[in-house]
């Protein structure tokens, strides 16, 4: 038997460290080679580490959310061929008895580090009140799909109870507490308590979320953020949208394209930031420069799984309202389903954020650094406003509305400049045909 130590590789981005997010093994797993060891996290992308060989894992290099140098061992793994102590014939494979000596040092480790098991859960006893109610309820057939741990499943035999009268109270895994809130039930005639005790968690920080903590307390750290919500109507564009997606027009592929708001609203910022270049920007802090664009790469906030991701439409002013709408499908699904790639997901000039129908009376979003300002569309609410009759006076109408909110560097952008585009942005929105004008 031999020894072959997998040290983490260059993975080529110029980085000198990567995150552990996700172990695939364990010790003393099994693993073939080119199977999966370890999904590791840089600044642009996640990437899977496979076993060049075939063996047992003997070490690890530390736990989910830790920090690994590039170089540095990922695992150690037992393979076979050799005797203990001497060289494997696996590439990059580490001899001599220092090797011995450090996973048996890593083996013990273990050992002393791992944690007591858990006291076996003592048998309860019924009030005579709760047996006749569990004897009382009617018996289901056993469910085949019932998750439990054998502790739950000894401890509701002993009460006489069938897991599949018993609601689990998260991810389908019934658990002592769930037993507690069935006896409690039926104790209390059918009615449950007003709320439910929620479990207490500890949830390392990590991953995607990590970055996600990281890039907005740099953000809220170095940039002095203000912020301006102003009021549009959007009656007729809602008006001209409905239109467009009633009208018979295709993509090339034959299918139907279907416009929200959103690419609506990114035409018309991409029509409106010529006039306010210091918006489509970017700040390099130690260098003091502002570098302006011409071509708006836009930003756009994606909520996954995982967290916030920010994918990157190229180009926006060059696309008309059913590229826009293709391509915002296109980069949240690749966000969503963590293909998108690291060209993606980087070089944005301005981020739009929007919780759709989430989105509140007014937003402040945080900038997405480097950049220098975020727009937030708001939830479209239906007011009364009074409008023009057309004959000098006014008349009360059932109008939509939507806020804008804008967050801007004050380094950078002063309130004149964000009030005088986003009204701007409002006089596009609110005559939305100038939208299909060359």
């Known amino acids: 038997m031999g020894k072959f130590t997998f040290k983490l590789p260059d993975i080529g981005e110029g980085i000198a460290e990567a995150e552990i997010v996700a172990w695939h093994v364990k010790v003393g797993d099994r693993i073939e080679e080119d199977g999966k060891i370890a999904d590791v996290m840089t600044d642009k992308a996640t990437v899977e580490m496979e076993s060049p060989v075939s063996g047992t894992i003997l070490s690890v290099a530390g736990e989910e959310g830790d920090m690994i140098a590039i170089g540095s061992p990922l695992v150690v793994i037992e393979v076979e061929g050799e005797e203990p102590g001497e060289a494997s014939d696996a590439p990059g494979a580490s001899t001599g008895s220092a090797q011995a000596e450090v996973v048996e040092e890593a083996r013990i480790t273990e050992l002393e580090t791992a944690p007591p098991p858990a006291p076996a859960t003592p048998p309860q006893t019924l009030t005579p009140a709760q047996a006749e109610l569990v004897e009382a309820a009617p018996q289901l057939a056993p469910h085949s799909k019932v998750l439990a741990s054998p502790a739950v499943r000894a401890r509701a035999s002993d009460l006489g109870i069938d897991l599949a009268q018993v609601k689990p109270a998260e991810d ?34 990590m991953g995607l979320r990590r970055r996600i903590a990281e890039n907005m307390a740099a953000s809220k750290r170095s940039i002095p953020h203000f912020s301006y919500v102003e009021e549009c109507d959007v009656t007729a564009l809602e008006e001209m949208r409905a239109q467009l997606n009633s009208a018979p027009l295709r993509q090339a592929q034959g299918e139907r394209i279907r416009l929200t708001m959103l690419p609506l609203l990114i035409s018309a910022i991409c029509r409106t930031l010529p006039d306010f270049p210091m918006l489509n920007a970017r700040y390099d802090d130690e260098a003091g420069v502002v570098q302006r664009f011409g071509a708006v790469h836009l930003g756009m906030a994606t909520q996954t799984d995982g967290g916030l991701m920010v994918p990157v439409i190229r180009d926006a002013q060059d696309r008309n309202l059913w590229q826009l709408a293709s391509e915002i499908v296109r980069l949240a699904e690749a966000a969503r389903k963590g293909t998108a790639t690291s060209a993606e997901l980087s070089g944005s000039t301005l981020t739009i954020t929007s919780l759709g129908p989430l989105g509140g009376v007014a937003t402040t979003p945080v900038i997405n650094r480097p950049e220098v300002a975020i727009i937030g569309p708001n939830r479209i609410v239906e007011r009364p406003m009074f409008v023009p009759d057309g004959m000098g006076g006014e008349r009360i109408e059932k109008r939509k509305l939507m806020n804008i909110s804008i967050s801007c560097d004050h380094r950078v952008v002063d309130g004149w400049d964000a009030a005088s585009f986003v009204q701007a942005l409002k006089r596009l929105i609110e005559t939305p045909v100038l939208l299909l004008a060359d």
């Open 172 to 205: 389908g895994r019934i658990r002592h507490a769930d037993l507690d809130a069935f006896l409690a039930y039926n104790a209390a005639g059918g009615f449950r308590a007003a709320g439910a005790k929620g479990v207490d968690q500890t949830v390392k920080v």
